[in-house]
């Protein structure tokens, strides 16, 4: 991957790459948002398709996004507002609801003037995160957002805590978690529906004190009887972590990639295969 002619795919690499085969199968769904000379470049000069896994890939996220099984809800969390602007605008127009935690939870709050201690806010995102709660509405999206949470006065992982509703977090302390009330609104949108993704912890899942929430939803989608997809990432490492791989529809076998297809967007190292449409 850290070779230059690769990540500049260089023409006359991807050549010598092809010297070495008749036909190239590409499977690293993992790759496929990145155009390199091993996922893009080859295809000039061999057959390209697609390998089962990335088939799979494909398919399960397609069709839910496309054609879901309603109703249809969407959880989104993880750090930063920025890395999910363009997954929160494509499922904004497909979802029934939308659960918003997390990180990116904090700035939502903020633009509700809520005070969120000294958890990290994206401020030139507060226009963006009010500008998609309105369109939510305009769509009769439901949005959902944390109605309590767990705060932490630093942080780390052996920091005092306190659970505490959203218009009462103490200033100078760290939103780490959802609360047991956002975990039951939660809990009671997700068992009324069909189809369900998922990408990004809830909380701070790297420390023990505030995987609560996480662990909680992962636990919930795991029984449920529907379509659960669970992004790349974070939020694949988590559901592995806990051992419920097996019980999830999909876990998505790439990060980055999973989040550009969330996107809508077209992936570079799809987008050359001859069998994409199919």
């Not at 036909?23 to 000039?44: E, L, P, Q």
């Not at 998922?198 to 929430?213: H, Q, S, T, Y």
Request: hydrophobic letters at 45%; charged letters at 25%; a negative charge.
């Amino acid at each position: 991957r850290f070779h230059p002619e690769e990540e500049s795919n260089d023409p006359d690499f991807a050549q010598t790459l092809a010297q070495l085969a008749d036909i190239y199968v590409n499977d690293a769904f993992g790759t496929a948002h990145r155009s390199h000379a091993s996922t893009v470049g080859i295809a000039s000069h061999l057959p390209a398709v697609a390998g089962f896994l990335m088939e799979k890939e494909i398919d399960i996220m397609g069709k839910a996004l496309d054609e879901p099984v309603r109703p249809f809800a969407a959880i989104i969390g993880g750090a930063k507002i920025s890395d999910k602007i363009g997954v929160l605008e494509n499922v904004l127009g497909k979802v029934d609801s939308l659960l918003i935690a997390g990180g990116l939870g904090s700035t939502f709050l903020k633009a509700l003037k809520h005070d969120v201690g000294r958890s990290s806010v994206e401020e030139n995102k507060l226009d963006l995160a009010q500008w998609l709660m309105e369109k939510a509405a305009e769509k009769g999206v439901h949005l959902l957002l944390p109605t309590d949470v767990v705060v932490a006065e630093r942080f780390d992982a052996n920091a005092r805590t306190r659970t505490v509703s959203v218009t009462e977090v103490p200033s100078g302390w760290y939103v780490m978690d959802i609360g047991p009330r956002t975990v039951e609104h939660f809990e009671a949108k997700l068992r009324k529906s069909k189809t369900i993704i998922w990408n990004g912890p809830v909380g701070v899942f790297e420390f023990d004190k505030f995987r609560k929430g996480t662990s909680v939803i992962a636990n919930l989608l795991a029984g449920l009887d529907a379509t659960t997809i669970v992004g790349g990432g974070s939020t694949a490492e988590a559901v592995e972590e806990m051992g419920l791989v097996d019980r999830m529809t999909h876990v998505s076998t790439g990060g980055g990639a999973s989040l550009k297809f969330l996107e809508g967007k077209t992936l570079p190292g799809v987008a050359v295969l001859l069998d994409k449409e199919s």
